[in-house]
């Protein structure tokens, strides 16, 4: 008696979308650039919109907190500006030629962050030393 035989094709394995070139472009490029465009946000106080917790209400780009309806939130507009402008910085280099965007450091995407922290930390100082 003969053992059975297996036949197996061989089928072209297919392209993944986590594999394209312009898919790493636009991860790679949005950590550099989201965390760079964050500082700038919170450095210069630019957020997108405004949020007014005590009300409810939703003001375009920065606006003070009024007097009686405690302080207003930033953090939710630097996030969304950090977003906004991060996605189109992020599509327009994946529009560069690959032997650009190839240069790009990947060390970065992780020591950017790092070098981040004590900026925040001084920037959030007034949060923990206050009595």
Known sequence: MSAPTATTRATP???????????????ITFALAGTVIYLLCLQFNWPLFT?????????????AGR???????????????????????????TLLPDSMTKKIPLILVWLLPILAIPYLIWDLRQWWLHP
């Open 51 to 63: 949020f007014h917790p005590a009300t409810n209400r939703i003001a375009w780009g920065w606006e």
């Open 67 to 93: 007097s009686g309806e405690g302080p207003a939130m930033y953090w939710y507009g630097w996030t969304a500006m950090t977003l906004l402008i991060g996605t189109v910085v992020s599509y327009l280099a």
């Open 13 to 27: 394995a297919t392209s993944s979308l986590a594999s394209s070139t312009k898919v790493k472009t636009f991860a």
